[in-house]
T-cell receptor, first 115, second 114 residues
């Protein structure tokens, strides 16, 4: 059973650029959540994807968008990058089952630096 | 607005000692309380979790104590080891339309001295 993987591991962009981060969910998992972790802070929920549709969103502007593919992998896209977008972006996968709460498993993250 | 408040921000404990990290919440809709451990350069990993129908859960050296009336929960690490040095996050989630969305505390950086 493979764990959650993310790519790239590190990324440097300049303000105003666009970035795409990728996540492969753990085998058998159908739900992907994205979190932003600023330095010295706890992860903050960005949004979640289930059955290829957005299923809940945190307090992030529309320039943060995402996709989930039929194989349950996911992308996080951020447009018009700002300096405050510099953070560790974490992907977490879980296996949704009706009426239960499943553990979320996190990937190692992508470290984004915006200059 | 931080929905889960965590303290202390940092903690230094001697090897063999007890590490205690505390968290508090306000939203009574929360019904699942996990603790995550994060090492530098890694994503958070689930350590132990509790639901509000029990007051304590123990797994090896790790124990969660839960006080529903006070809306507080804590992590106790017994016989702390240098390998436990990491950042610990408490979190909470609630039943609803978003499947298991986690609300995290700000984290506690634990250092265990040999």
């Amino acid at each position: 059973e493979t764990g959650v993987t993310q790519s790239p591991t590190h990324l440097i962009k300049t303000r105003g650029q666009q970035v795409t981060l990728r996540c492969s969910s753990q085998s058998g998992h159908n739900t992907v959540s994205w979190y932003q972790q600023a330095l010295g802070q706890g992860p903050q929920f960005i949004f979640q994807y289930y059955r290829e549709e957005e299923n809940g969103r945190g307090n992030f502007p529309p320039r943060f968008s995402g996709l989930q593919f039929p194989n349950y992998s996911s992308e996080l896209n951020v447009n018009a990058l700002e300096l405050d977008d510099s953070a560790l972006y974490l992907c977490a996968s879980s296996s949704f089952k009706q009426g239960s709460r499943e553990t979320q498993y996190f990937g190692p993250g992508t470290r984004l630096l915006v200059l | 607005q931080q929905q889960v408040k965590q303290s202390p921000q940092s903690l230094i404990v001697q090897k063999g000692g007890i590490s205690i990290i505390n968290c508090a919440y306000e939203n009574t809709a929360f019904d699942y309380f996990p603790w995550y451990q994060q090492f530098p350069g890694k994503g958070p990993a689930l350590l132990i979790a509790i639901r509000p129908d029990v007051s304590e859960k123990k797994e090896g050296r790790f124990t969660i104590s839960f006080n529903k009336s006070a809306k507080q929960f804590s992590l106790h690490i017994m016989d702390s080891q240098p390998g436990d040095s990491a950042t610990y996050f408490c979190a909470a989630s609630k039943r609803g339309s978003t499947l298991g969305r986690l609300y995290f505390g700000r984290g506690t950086q634990l250092t265990v001295w040999p």
